[in-house]
């Protein structure tokens, strides 16, 4: 969708950019960095020692993996962002920032690059307890709803190293439990943004690759309003009940009425 109305005269892209009292970095289709704002500027000076740099200008040109330290992973992300994405990433060991990313594309869908944006840019000793935090909200064990079927349900933020973390750990409980069928319940979640919907659907696709039928659940209306466009090839449900009827049918079951 395009905006609307005209802006003022005189007024440009990058006067705004410039104007904006946020970190803002452009980068082009290959994920190198062109341009930054001077909050940008000030906001990395202390990163420079880190990584022996004597100037700020040499920044440019640099990969965007510069800024995090899994950039196989990131680089992944990128090739497949089609919408804002917001992640907490590790910069040079010692501070920590909310990343928010956007992709530059034309209206035809042609790639032109890349808006990335710190936020909350902070010393990594004060983000850790925020950090521990978070990861707990992750460790919500697996249930055991009964043999060759399991259940995890998804809560809070979805970032790079928890959404490796949960794939880890669904992964060997399925292998171990030796699971047909796992239920990704999502009811615990206002709404599926680009985090959540990538990592899920990694999660989807491992499963289905060792014979482990993934069934997502708990999906509200505004949830599958989103999914109508989504590349996603989900078997979705939107209370667990249907899921379990689901496969019990699958497994030949009959639910009897209790006389």
């Excluded at 990313?101 to 209206?107: G, L, Q």
Aim: aromatic share 8%; charged share 25%; proline share 3%.
């Amino acid at each position: 969708m395009n905006g609307i109305g005209r802006l003022p005269q005189k007024l440009n892209g990058h006067l705004i950019l410039e104007n904006i009292q946020e970190t803002m970095i452009i980068a082009d289709k290959d994920y190198r960095v062109q341009w930054m704002n001077a909050r940008a500027i000030e906001t990395l000076q202390p990163v420079l020692p880190i990584y022996q740099l004597s100037h700020i200008e040499e920044l440019i040109g640099k990969h965007m993996d510069f800024f995090h330290s899994n950039s196989e992973e990131a680089e992944k992300l990128l090739t497949s962002l089609h919408t804002t994405y917001r992640t907490r990433i590790t910069i040079g060991s010692q501070y920590v920032a909310e990343a928010v990313i956007h992709p530059i594309d034309t209206k035809d869908g042609e790639r032109y690059g890349y808006l990335l944006m710190l936020l909350d840019f902070t010393d990594q000793a004060e983000a850790e307890l925020e950090k521990e935090r978070l990861i707990e909200d992750l460790s919500t064990p697996l249930l055991k709803i009964w043999d060759e079927v399991l259940a995890v349900p998804i809560t809070g933020k979805m970032d790079i190293e928890r959404g490796k973390k949960l794939t880890e750990t669904v992964l060997e409980a399925v292998v171990k439990e030796q699971a047909r069928y796992l239920l990704i319940d999502l009811s615990s979640l206002h709404s599926l943004d680009e985090e959540h919907g990538y990592y899920i659907n990694t999660l989807h696709d491992a499963l289905r690759l060792i014979g482990t039928t993934c069934l997502i659940v708990g999906l509200s209306s505004k949830m599958a309003l989103s999914l109508v466009d989504s590349q996603f090839n989900w078997r979705t449900f939107s209370t667990v009940q249907q899921s379990i009827s689901y496969i019990l049918e699958k497994k030949n079951y009959r639910i009897a009425p209790i006389s």
